[in-house]
């Protein structure tokens, strides 16, 4: 029955149909495990959350918009699936130890956290309004590793959990357009390796997804902010439910990385290779933002 129904809501909702509905069951290995998702109002959050459910896992929601995590916790509910929510700015580290307490006391230990909460900015970084600038390496950086540092040792101790950290390969390749955001994912990236070799034997998995462009409402978020450009990589975007494929896998099968699509796993050789070409270029790769000979006259 519930297989049925989760099949009728992708089917219906989603665009290019990467799960066939033959496949979405429930999996007892997974049934009743607790799984946090931070950014799960939106994109690859509401998606994965979705995908989670079907497959028996508790999710637990958090975001700052209320009324979306409202509309997607009672949709997955209506499905048999089990999803709570707590609303909360991932910026402010009282609302995180909130969010941890409220966890505890209400849900239980969680098995699985998906550090997935985040945003982008595309433009010259004098440009950037400061106040977004601080808000980014907030929810980007400091929730990521503060969230984690709040979940782990309760994992550690049940000698079983796993953190997947949403990253980006912008993290391994510093262009110009990105300087906070690619900073951002790069310490997503530092972070992860450095705990995942930190588990190693413990029990508790660390892992980061380094994505390259995925469809979802992240490009123009980053557009509507002040200053902000438009991602040239848009156009390559994935279906958002790729993503949510390739977490599962994670679950499965742990690993230390995982690039997707696979193919952007040589993204990391760019900068070691071609970084001087990178750095002739300049803001060439910018113009579309603005006009080179503008941020010359200044
Ligand atoms: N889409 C891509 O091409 C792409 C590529 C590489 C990596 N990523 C990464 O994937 C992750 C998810 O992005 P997405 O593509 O799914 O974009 P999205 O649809 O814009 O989702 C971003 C999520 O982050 C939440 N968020 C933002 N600021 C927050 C704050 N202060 N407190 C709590 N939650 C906050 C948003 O919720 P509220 O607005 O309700 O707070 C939303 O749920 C991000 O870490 C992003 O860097 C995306």
């Given at each position: 029955?519930?297989?049925?129904?989760?099949?009728?809501?992708?089917?219906?909702?989603?665009?290019?149909?990467?799960?066939?509905?033959s496949l979405i069951?429930?999996?007892?290995?997974?049934?009743?495990?607790?799984?946090?998702?931070?950014?799960a109002s939106s994109?690859?959050?509401?998606?994965?959350?979705?995908?989670?459910?079907?497959?028996?896992?508790?999710?637990?929601?958090?975001?700052?918009?209320?009324?979306?995590?409202?509309?997607?916790?009672?949709?997955?509910?209506?499905?048999?699936?089990?999803?709570?929510?707590?609303?909360?700015?991932?910026?402010?580290?009282?609302?995180?130890?909130?969010?941890?307490?409220?966890?505890?006391?209400?849900?239980?230990?969680?098995?699985?956290?998906?550090?997935?909460?985040?945003?982008?900015?595309?433009?010259?970084?004098?440009?950037?309004?400061?106040?977004?600038?601080?808000?980014?390496?907030?929810?980007?950086?400091?929730?990521?590793?503060?969230?984690?540092?709040?979940?782990?040792?309760?994992?550690?101790?049940?000698?079983?959990?796993?953190?997947?950290?949403?990253?980006?390969?912008?993290?391994?390749?510093?262009?110009?357009?990105?300087?906070?955001?690619?900073?951002?994912?790069?310490?997503?990236?530092?972070?992860?390796?450095?705990?995942?070799?930190?588990?190693?034997?413990?029990?508790?998995?660390?892992?980061?997804?380094?994505?390259?462009?995925?469809?979802?409402?992240?490009?123009?978020?980053?557009?509507?902010?002040?200053?902000?450009?438009?991602?040239?990589?848009?156009?390559?975007?994935?279906?958002?439910?790729?993503?949510?494929?390739?977490?599962?896998?994670?679950?499965?099968?742990?690993?230390?990385?995982?690039?997707?699509?696979?193919?952007?796993?040589?993204?990391?050789?760019?900068?070691?290779?071609?970084?001087?070409?990178?750095?002739?270029?300049?803001?060439?790769?910018?113009?579309?933002?603005?006009?080179?000979?503008?941020?010359?006259?200044?």
């Amino acid at each position: 029955m519930l297989t049925q129904c989760i099949g009728g809501w992708y089917a219906k909702n989603t665009s290019a149909s990467a799960e066939p509905a033959s496949l979405i069951r429930m999996d007892k290995n997974w049934q009743g495990k607790i799984a946090l998702i931070t950014g799960a109002s939106s994109g690859i959050g509401e998606s994965c959350a979705y995908f989670l459910a079907a497959r028996g896992l508790r999710v637990v929601l958090t975001a700052r918009r209320e009324h979306r995590l409202n509309e997607i916790a009672q949709a997955i509910q209506q499905q048999g699936g089990q999803a709570h929510f707590f609303a909360h700015d991932l910026s402010d580290e009282q609302a995180r130890l909130q969010l941890t307490q409220q966890i505890a006391e209400l849900v239980g230990p969680v098995d699985v956290l998906i550090n997935n909460a985040g945003f982008g900015w595309y433009g010259y970084f004098h440009k950037m309004d400061w106040l977004d600038a601080a808000r980014m390496i907030s929810v980007n950086v400091a929730a990521t590793a503060h969230l984690t540092r709040l979940m782990l040792p309760g994992m550690l101790a049940r000698h079983s959990g796993h953190i997947i950290n949403i990253s980006s390969i912008a993290g391994s390749l510093p262009n110009q357009g990105i300087a906070i955001y690619s900073a951002s994912k790069a310490f997503v990236d530092a972070f992860t390796t450095a705990l995942h070799r930190e588990l190693r034997g413990s029990g508790v998995h660390a892992s980061a997804i380094r994505l390259g462009p995925v469809k979802t409402p992240f490009f123009n978020q980053a557009r509507n902010m002040k200053n902000g450009g438009s991602v040239p990589a848009e156009r390559f975007a994935i279906p958002v439910e790729r993503v949510n494929w390739a977490i599962w896998q994670l679950l499965q099968h742990p690993q230390r990385v995982m690039y997707l699509p696979g193919w952007l796993r040589v993204s990391r050789l760019v900068e070691p290779m071609f970084s001087g070409l990178i750095d002739r270029l300049g803001p060439l790769l910018l113009r579309r933002v603005e006009p080179r000979n503008e941020i010359r006259a200044k």
